[in-house]
């Protein structure tokens, strides 16, 4: 009769596949990871925000309201969204630093540009407003989410919802939705009421995704 082998908890063990438990250890990001980072969460965010549009919806932030004045003034979304967001840099000075306010003042100038590039390049004949306003508030969150990640955000809300979730742990997500009701409650000034409501189901979707993900131990890089 043989002895069964007694499995030591020490003892090094065969690889098997990816792992999906990380070590409990943050991980600094190169300036390599931050730029494609950046990039790729403002051409998401961006993407999304031109579906919104495209779909005549809104949704939070001084994103949703850069969209409601382009609507009411017909002037074009990247120069609104530039604009609206100035007076945040300030805040972002003085609560989160210079190398948050820089990046974020690169996210913000590079989702001006690329609506530029998708309008250009991106001809819809026609969309469906619920695929629209659901898809690229979807798309909006995932966008933001990757800037988070890598110390930037949009301005505005971002900035505030961030400062709240660092000082008090209130998540920024939660913080950014309460915004985002005030804003969508002011378009009913402007589109209809069913686009006001449907924008108000894509604005939770949005923030689900930001307070689903980011939060303290959920993402361990910096």
């Known amino acids: 009769m043989t002895s069964e082998p007694i499995d030591?908890?020490?003892?090094?063990?065969a690889a098997t596949g990816p792992s999906l438990v990380f070590d409990d250890q943050?991980?600094?990001?190169?300036?390599?990871?931050?730029?494609?980072?950046?990039?790729?969460?403002?051409f998401v965010a961006s993407l999304g925000l031109f579906l919104l549009q495209s779909a005549g919806?809104?949704?939070?932030?001084?994103?949703?309201?850069?969209?409601?004045?382009?609507y009411a003034t017909a002037?074009?979304?990247?120069?609104?969204?530039?604009?609206?967001?100035?007076?945040?840099?300030?805040?972002?000075?003085?609560?989160?630093?210079?190398?948050?306010t820089v990046r974020t003042a690169i996210s913000i100038g590079l989702v001006s540009g690329w609506s530029i590039v998708h309008q250009s390049m991106l001809v819809l004949e026609s969309l469906d407003p619920?695929?629209?306003?659901?898809?690229?508030?979807l798309l909006a969150g995932v966008g933001?989410?990757?800037?988070?990640?890598?110390?930037?955000?949009?301005?505005?809300?971002?900035?505030?919802a961030l400062i709240v979730q660092d000082r008090w742990g209130f998540r920024a997500g939660w913080t950014m939705m309460i915004f985002d009701v005030l804003i969508i409650a002011s378009a009913l000034?402007?589109?209809?009421?069913?686009?006001?409501?449907?924008?108000?189901?894509?604005?939770?979707?949005?923030?689900?995704?930001?307070?689903?993900?980011?939060?303290?131990?959920?993402?361990?890089?910096?």
Not at 75 to 100: D, E, K, T
Request: no cysteine; net charge positive; hydrophobic share 50%.
């Open 8 to 13: 030591d908890p020490d003892a090094p063990r």
């Open 26 to 42: 943050s991980t600094q990001h190169s300036w390599a990871e931050d730029v494609l980072g950046i990039l790729t969460g403002t």
């Open 57 to 70: 919806s809104v949704t939070g932030g001084t994103a949703g309201l850069s969209l409601l004045l382009g």
């Open 75 to 100: 002037w074009p979304f990247w120069l609104l969204f530039a604009v609206i967001n100035l007076p945040f840099a300030v805040l972002a000075v003085w609560q989160r630093g210079w190398s948050f």
């Open 130 to 137: 619920v695929y629209g306003t659901l898809g690229g508030n």
């Open 144 to 160: 933001l989410l990757i800037l988070f990640r890598h110390r930037a955000s949009l301005g505005g809300v971002n900035i505030v």
């Open 189 to 222: 000034l402007v589109v209809s009421v069913w686009s006001v409501l449907l924008s108000a189901v894509g604005a939770v979707v949005l923030n689900l995704v930001l307070a689903l993900n980011h939060r303290p131990g959920r993402y361990i890089g910096h």
